[in-house]
């Protein structure tokens, strides 16, 4: 399959595209968690992705779905309970008492810092954003859960209420605003102007959605050996209609137990990969 150009015009993607801020990252999502109308959120998506910086739109990504390939929940390893304690110490009182029949943490989140008067945006990028998660992944050793509190405490003391809010769904993998992964790759699709069948291919041999565009920069696409690519997963949906809004041609089949995996191998060396991709070879 003959690949295509980056989107015209180069200049207006690479000159006048400006750095995305975290603050318009998370009030973008809070309007998307609005849309009901699937096509109206993909259409939002691709020109967002018009607009910001070519490189950062992986990232815009990750940080939506909560998934980051270079690393995952278990490297960075914060919980509710850790974000509680970080956040009892900035608001310098109990907050458990409104957290007991909250079912979403990142609005709870959300309501505390309006409680104290967090409104300021801070001057965190998107990519600035990524690289303090990232360094939740070098902390080691005894005293850890103290060095993870303290640093969450010195982000969350940076940010306005609707960036704590989804800094805190992007920590704790807790992603509710009606973006998923499907969406993302239609937006693509529109992005590049190729059909969605094209594009999921290009991903699967991508691996990664951040794989995926530096591909599109390189113009080139090949699966490689003991790098795993994404396995074929059921799309969650919210309801029984939502399935048939994607059409008619589908069967619905039994699911058995089981692991899935994969398995590569190259002469004598074998690596065996989990449905998340992680090597469980040992």
Avoid: C
């Avoid at 309501?111 to 300021?120: A, S, T």
């Avoid at 965190?124 to 103290?146: A, H, M, Q, R």
């Amino acid at each position: 399959m003959s690949l295509p150009r980056l989107p015209i015009p180069p200049l207006r993607l690479y000159i006048y595209n400006y750095i995305m801020k975290f603050y318009d990252f998370s009030n973008f999502i809070e309007s998307i968690s609005k849309i009901k109308k699937r096509n109206d959120i993909v259409k939002k998506i691709k020109d967002i992705f018009s607009e910001i910086n070519y490189d950062e739109i992986p990232i815009f990504i990750e940080l939506s779905l909560g998934r980051f390939e270079n690393f995952s929940k278990k490297d960075i390893n914060i919980g509710v309970s850790t974000v509680i304690e970080a956040i009892k110490t900035i608001s310098n009182k109990t907050t458990l008492e409104s957290f007991s029949n909250i079912e979403d943490f990142g609005n709870w989140v959300e309501k505390v810092f309006l409680k104290i008067g967090k409104l300021k945006p801070s001057d965190f990028t998107i990519e600035d954003i990524y690289k303090e998660i990232l360094k939740f992944k070098e902390l080691k050793g005894e005293g850890v859960k103290k060095e993870r509190v303290q640093r969450l405490i010195e982000i969350y003391n940076k940010l306005s209420y609707i960036e704590a809010k989804y800094f805190t769904k992007a920590v704790i993998k807790e992603t509710r605003s009606g973006i998923k992964e499907g969406l993302f790759k239609k937006s693509i699709a529109l992005y590049f102007n190729l059909s969605e069948k094209e594009i999921e291919e290009l991903y699967l041999k991508s691996g990664s959605f951040k794989k995926l565009f530096e591909n599109f920069k390189k113009g080139e696409f090949k699966i490689e050996i003991f790098k795993p690519i994404p396995m074929m997963l059921a799309q969650k949906v919210d309801s029984v209609e939502e399935i048939f809004s994607e059409g008619n041609n589908f069967s619905f089949e039994y699911k058995y137990d089981g692991i899935r995996v994969q398995i590569h191998k190259d002469k004598d060396k074998v690596k065996i990969f989990s449905r998340n991709l992680n090597d469980i070879t040992e």
